[in-house]
């Protein structure tokens, strides 16, 4: 089922991220789905703070995907879920008319979010949504962003206990798939990390 959807100053406006958020709506569930949103808002502030250029349409659409691979229809039992969702990507944005450079650049964004040595000045939408997921999922560096605006940003987009259900899901992925990089990043401390965000506190 679509959700309502009010658009909020964290939002992108056009036709792509329209149908970015109806289709993560339709898959994800609210904190998921809000978590999704939050990591473009955080990547977009961070990238306005410091002068950093980056294709917004690209980013939102990346953003608003890049954890489908979590959800059920779309959990590979062979892939990390970062794959899957790089492939959920590059056939949604075929069906936008996009380009297949600019479809492959979707879906390595989407893979490329679960590192974290991607330099902004080679890469700035992978830079930049590996920036907001971290942001958002452990609290990285939102000591940096202005209280208001974080504020603003929980309460258009609620956390709805998205921390401790992104680990149970993160955690599934790692003991079915033990050599992804979900389980490298369970293996270094995801758990106590994502506790100690100052965004549930």
């Not at 790089?86 to 450079?101: D, S």
């Not at 930049?128 to 942001?135: F, I, K």
């Amino acid at each position: 089922m679509t959700r309502t959807r009010t658009r909020t100053p964290y939002d992108l406006d056009s036709a792509a991220a329209r149908s970015a958020f109806e289709t993560a709506a339709e898959y994800a569930d609210a904190a998921l789905l809000n978590h999704s949103v939050r990591s473009y808002a955080f990547a977009a502030e961070y990238a306005r703070e410091r002068g950093i250029a980056y294709d917004a349409e690209l980013l939102y659409v990346s953003a608003l995907l890049h954890d489908l691979g979590l959800t059920a229809p779309f959990d590979s039992h062979t892939l990390p879920f970062e794959e899957a969702g790089g492939h959920v990507a590059r056939v949604f944005t075929a069906g936008l008319g996009w380009a297949p450079a600019r479809r492959a650049r979707a879906q390595e964004v989407i893979v490329l979010h679960m590192r974290d040595d991607v330099d902004a000045a080679e890469d700035a939408e992978s830079h930049l949504l590996q920036v907001g997921t971290s942001a958002d999922v452990s609290g990285l560096r939102v000591e940096g962003f202005a209280p208001s605006f974080t504020a603003g940003l929980l309460a258009a987009y609620p956390r709805r206990g998205f921390g401790a259900a992104f680990l149970a899901l993160v955690e599934n992925q790692a003991v079915r798939k033990p050599t992804c990089a979900a389980a490298t990043y369970v293996a270094s401390g995801a758990a106590t990390r994502i506790a100690a965000n100052p965004l549930d506190h």
